[in-house]
Structures are given as C-alpha cells and as structure tokens.
C-alpha cells in the first residue's frame, strides 16, 4: 500500500535514502512540528501529521486505558482507520511513552 503525507497525513516506507530524502525535502515542517518523522522497530520510517495524531491520540489512549492491551485490528476499527494508520499512530505513542507494545501488534497503555 502506497501511502501520501499530502492525502492521507502519513506514510511509510523501508527505502531509508527515501526516508532521508524526505526529511530534507521536510525539514522546514519538520521544525515547526506540522510533522514528525521515526523509524520504528519494525523497519519502517513513519512519517505523520501533528494534526492527525492529535486528532486520534485521545481515542486511542482512551481505548486503551478501558481495554489495558488491544492489538491493531481492534485499534483500526474503534478510530475506524486502516491498519497501517493504527500502526503509526501507536508508534508515535509509543515514541512518547504513552503506550507500549506488549508484544507484535499488541499495545498496552501505560499507566
């Protein structure tokens, strides 16, 4: 699946010359935290809109302290996004500590 920061607020990618390419190309936003840029365990370099996450960040944090750990599908179809925004959003959760990921696809809030 083929993602754009300019339609969908995100996108992915495992090409690391792309992801720095697209960091530089970005760097302005970059500094005025419109967006923010990782590279997760799983390989990929996740690149997301500020304003998208703080859109979902109170469900999914609320979703989570109800259900304590929740994998990815159950993530997806309560903020009714696909998987692959659900997996970047946990990932920048998880960046600042607010969820961790108990083991593949399974998140945990952190209390």
Same mark, same amino acid.
């Given at each position: 699946?083929?993602?754009?920061?300019?339609?969908?607020?995100?996108?992915?990618?495992?090409?690391?010359?792309?992801?720095?390419?697209?960091? =530089?190309?970005?760097?302005?936003?970059?500094?005025?935290?419109?967006?923010?840029?990782?590279?997760?365990?799983?390989?990929?370099?996740?690149?997301?809109?500020?304003? +998208?996450?703080?859109?979902?960040?109170?469900? +999914?944090?609320?979703?989570?302290?109800?259900?304590?750990?929740?994998?990815?599908?159950?993530?997806?179809?309560?903020?009714?996004?696909?998987?692959?925004?659900?997996?970047? +959003?946990?990932?920048?959760?998880?960046?600042?500590?607010?969820?961790?990921?108990?083991?593949?696809?399974?998140? =945990?809030?952190?209390?």
């Amino acid at each position: 699946d083929e993602y754009s920061l300019e339609v969908d607020g995100f996108m992915m990618t495992k090409d690391e010359v792309r992801a720095r390419e697209l960091s =530089q190309r970005l760097e302005e936003r970059i500094k005025a935290r419109e967006i923010r840029g990782m590279k997760s365990f799983d390989g990929f370099f996740y690149i997301l809109e500020c304003a +998208l996450l703080a859109r979902f960040e109170p469900g +999914l944090l609320s979703f989570l302290k109800a259900r304590k750990t929740a994998g990815l599908e159950a993530i997806g179809a309560e903020l009714k996004v696909n998987k692959h925004l659900a997996r970047a +959003l946990c990932e920048f959760e998880r960046e600042d500590g607010n969820i961790i990921e108990k083991r593949r696809d399974l998140f =945990q809030y952190v209390e």
